[in-house]
């Protein structure tokens, strides 16, 4: 009998239809045919999409007659999918909410998993996003406690996209960046591309143009090895965007024109639009008014067509504009009348503010001071019924939320009463059943009791060793470091003093002795590159920038330093807080990031070295890169190089994660995840 892997269980899925059409012709109702419709159900969504819907009907019938709830919650699960395929949004939420009970009631935490990252989904369609993040955390929290890389990725993206929608750039990036982090980490390039896509839009959303041309770069060349047509008309269209903001415009216009052949290859006239529209507005800019006018009425048409008023708004609004710069006032005001009219069905204030704005501004310069004063009285109402409006939200959801707090409230008093009833009701029983089992329970207690001291008193023993191990190891390496501070700055304060002094002396020698000036020069030489040398030692022992800013500033210092050598390109990106951490861990961390550089500079024989550092409250992720010969990480594993065992010794001491991909030819990425609370950094995929 063939079974499916659709859902949850991890067992080779049919692709024959015909199989599975075998499959169900059993008579007899089982949970193999259950799967079976599911899996037909999963085929047919983009062949039938009815046909898709009545597979899943069968698979709950049978699963509910023979008392299958994983099969009742997995058809519940697949229509809800065929029918938010259909654009059945509110439909797709009630059989999702169904399908999250049942998985609730039988307490299986992946099924739900799966329903509160599809709950998300379908709220952010539905424009609803005030519980949209909490599902989104809900999943994150089981697939955490799984130890689920992959399911992750898909969460962290999509509360970077709730993030975005919603303009908190900041929280966005940083959820992509964790996104992007755990795909490199595990190996996943299918969705890689189209997440850095997003990041890149973040930036530019947040003006940081340079990082999102950057990240957006990275994303077409993703796309372009994938052969990802879908997503390329977004990026060569976002690209024209930053290049003109950065005033580039010949390079904008480029890319414009290659989002436009992508469009068309694509099919996708949403973007081909949208492209016409980001075109226009950079004619617009140059004062190119008829290459921009016929892009804004071929959009406008296509907006027609699909009754998207917003695009309709912005482009009449641009379309006035332009024509009162062409002082083309008729077709000026005609333009923003169409916009207001538009506007006011569609209750869009902040349009309707930004088009009186420029109808006053356009009245006044031709002196119609009677018209310009009513339009700027129009926008100063909108303006105060902007800020009421948005007062009044605010105050409705602190409303909803102690409204939502009471009723909670309320329900727990009543489970409350509830669960003192079933208590007086079974407490007799309960106390019976007790005696009863001490009884038993008190047997078993002195026959094994002899045994379990013994197995605890060697674990006991164990735990010891181990914890006399690990003290013995941080001691050392304490010492070490203490060590190494005292040394640097005795080479400093002592050494670095005394042959400041000496230089001083012997200056004063060669002032007094001219027949010896030649060899006092020498010597003096020799004196100013020790102490050059006695300062290199005391910095590479303990630097300065370390103890006095912090980590992240020192290893920005190391980075400028490596930067500087020639042939050789260095780049850091911290991510997160900036905040110092423990100095210890901090000292850790800079020897590890060290010993990596000096292994690149002395094997590696690399031109580029990327170092990226992700901080959150939880952990500090470290991923170092560089572009060398690579080595045989098995090989080098077992010779138990110095360097190697160093970094290795420094991770275990902080309870961190460490990972070395790298082979021949090929480079080499170090991994490491150093937690900042106990319990924290995913285990290696």
């Known amino acids: ?65 023979i008392g299958y709830a994983e099969g009742q919650c997995d058809a519940l699960y697949r229509k809800c999918q065929t029918l938010d395929y259909m654009g059945e949004n509110k439909m797709a939420l009630q059989y999702n909410q169904a399908c999250l009970n049942i998985a609730d009631s039988i307490g299986d935490s992946l099924r739900m998993a799966k329903a509160y990252f599809k709950m998300a989904g379908l709220l952010n369609e539905s424009a609803s996003n005030q519980m949209e993040l909490e599902y989104y955390h809900k999943a994150l929290r089981i697939f955490r406690q799984r130890k689920d890389t992959s399911a992750l990725i898909s969460v962290y993206n999509g509360i970077g996209n709730f993030y975005k929608d919603v303009a908190i750039y900041d929280s966005s990036a940083y959820y992509y960046h964790k996104s992007i982090y755990l795909c490199e980490q595990i190996g996943r390039t299918a969705p890689l591309g189209r997440i850095i896509g997003n990041l890149g839009m973040v930036y530019s959303n947040l003006e940081d143009y340079n990082n999102a041309e950057k990240y957006l770069l990275l994303s077409l060349e993703h796309g372009l090895r994938n052969n990802d047509i ?278 004063e020698i060669r002032d007094k002795s001219p027949e010896n000036e030649v060899l006092i020069k020498k010597a003096s030489k020799f004196l100013e590159q020790a102490s050059k040398d006695v300062r290199k030692i005391s910095h590479n022992l303990m630097p300065g920038l370390l103890t006095k800013l912090g980590l992240f500033e020192a290893l920005e210092d190391l980075f400028e330093n490596l930067d500087e050598i020639e042939g050789l390109e260095a780049i850091i990106d911290i991510v997160g807080s900036r905040e110092r951490i423990e100095e210890n861990k901090e000292i850790m961390i800079y020897r590890m990031v060290q010993e990596m550089a000096n292994n690149t500079l002395k094997y590696a024989e690399a031109n580029n070295i990327d170092l990226t550092i992700i901080v959150d409250a939880e952990e500090l992720n470290i991923s170092y890169a560089d572009n060398g010969k690579g080595f045989d990480v098995e090989e080098m594993i077992n010779k138990k190089t110095m360097g190697l065992q160093s970094i290795q010794s420094r ?34 995929s």
């Open 651 to 684: 991770v275990k001491f902080l309870d961190g994660l460490f990972k070395i991909d790298s082979s021949q030819g090929v480079g080499t990425v170090f991994r490491i995840c150093i937690p900042l609370e106990p319990g924290h950094c995913l285990p290696d």
């Open 230 to 507: 879908n997503d390329l008309p977004m990026v060569y269209s976002r690209l024209g965007v930053v290049s003109f903001m950065l005033d580039k415009n010949d390079e904008a216009l480029g890319y414009y024109e290659l989002a436009e052949s992508a469009s068309i290859a694509a099919g996708n006239m949403n973007s081909l639009n949208e492209v016409y529209v980001n075109r226009a507005q950079l004619y617009k800019n140059l004062g190119r008014y008829d290459e921009a006018l016929p892009l804004l009425k071929e959009a406008l048409g296509y907006y027609r067509t699909q009754d998207y008023a917003e695009g309709m708004i912005a482009i009449w609004i641009n379309m006035g504009w332009i024509y009162a710069q062409k002082q083309m006032t008729t077709k000026a005001f005609a333009y923003y009348d169409s916009a207001i009219i538009l506007a006011e069905e569609n209750m869009d204030l902040r349009n309707l503010k930004g088009i009186y704005g420029d109808m006053y501004l356009l009245y006044s310069d031709l002196g119609k001071h009677k018209e310009a004063l009513n339009a700027y009285i129009e926008y100063q109402q909108i303006s105060d019924s902007i800020y009421t409006l948005e007062k009044t939200v605010l105050i409705n959801e602190l409303l909803l939320k102690y409204e939502k707090e009471k009723d909670q409230l309320h329900i727990l008093s009543l489970e409350n009463e509830n669960l003192e009833k079933l208590r007086q009701r079974n407490v007799l029983l309960f106390v019976a059943s007790i005696v009863v089992l001490m009884a038993i329970l008190l047997v078993f207690f002195f026959i094994y009791k002899g045994r379990k001291n013994r197995i605890i008193s060697r674990q006991k023993i164990r735990q010891l060793e181990e914890e006399k191990k690990h003290m013995a190891a941080r001691f050392l390496v304490e010492g070490e470091e203490k060590e190494r501070k005292r040394v640097a700055l005795e080479l400093h304060d002592n050494l670095g003093v005394l042959l400041s002094a000496t230089k001083m002396q012997f200056t």
């Open 1 to 65: 009998m063939l079974l499916s892997t659709l859902h949850v269980n991890a067992i080779v899925l049919p692709v024959d239809i015909s199989d599975l059409f075998a499959c169900i012709s059993e008579d007899e109702d089982s949970k193999e045919i259950v799967d079976c419709y599911i899996d037909l159900a999963r085929q047919y969504r983009h062949i039938n999409k009815d046909s898709s819907l009545l597979f899943c009907d069968r698979a709950y019938d049978i699963s509910k007659r």
